[in-house]
Every structure is written in C-alpha cells, then in structure tokens.
C-alpha cells in the first residue's frame, strides 16, 4: 500500500505564492508519473502539471508560466510551485501518483490540500 501526504496549500493574497508538495510513502518500487490535478467548487477535477519518471514537464494552457512541477526521487516527493497567484486559482489541489510494482502500475491519489486566493 501506498499512502500519499500533501500539504503546502493556504490562505493567500493574490499576488502571492505557494509550494506544495506530495509525498509518497510505503510499498514502493518505482514511481512513473507524478501529478498535480485541482477541482474548483462547481467544476470537474483537471490536470495542472505533470512530470515523468525522467523528469519531462507538461502544463494545462491555464498553469504555463505561474506553476513549476518539480520531483525529488530520492524523497518520492513532487512539488507545485505556484506564482502570482490569481483568485480563480481557488481549487484543492490534488496529487496523483503512478507507482511501478512488481506485479504493474498502480494509482494513487492524495487527499487533496485547500489553495484559497482572496483578491
């Protein structure tokens, strides 16, 4: 079993920033993929940034420029920087995990870490 901790989200100007970051902790052979997804109030749950196992990068239209996906392999941990922050930036943010077993590939997700951004 694999549990994921995430933390790092808050109560923020806009303007201001935020780290947050996921870690994964337990049964673990690999880690592929690592995540971040948010889930606005009244809105579906959307990918902001992800990075592979190698370290390659991919943002939503709406995360390019203000967010920074980053990953410690050797701590299992995924960061998302997040600059300038804007109010429509308000969601729980979400980390996903895709670990690498022996037996194949697994998905995880976090329990979700509240950003509010006031105006």
């Known amino acids: 079993q694999v549990h994921l901790v995430e933390s790092g989200g808050g109560l923020v100007q806009a303007g201001g920033s935020l780290r947050l970051s996921c870690a994964a902790s337990g049964s673990i052979f690999s880690i592929d993929a690592m995540d971040w997804y948010r889930q606005a109030p009244g809105k579906q749950r959307e990918l902001v940034a992800g990075?592979?196992?190698?370290?390659?990068?991919n943002y939503a239209d709406s995360a390019k420029g203000r967010f920074t996906i980053s990953r410690d392999s050797a701590k299992n941990t995924v960061y998302l920087q997040i600059d300038r922050l804007k109010p429509e930036d308000t969601a729980v943010y979400y980390c996903?995990?895709?670990?690498?077993?022996?037996?194949?590939?697994?998905?995880?997700w976090g329990q979700g870490t509240q950003v509010t951004v006031s105006s």
């Open positions: 990075i592979t196992g190698g370290g390659l990068t």
């Open positions: 996903n995990v895709i670990v690498e077993q022996a037996w194949g590939r697994e998905e995880y």
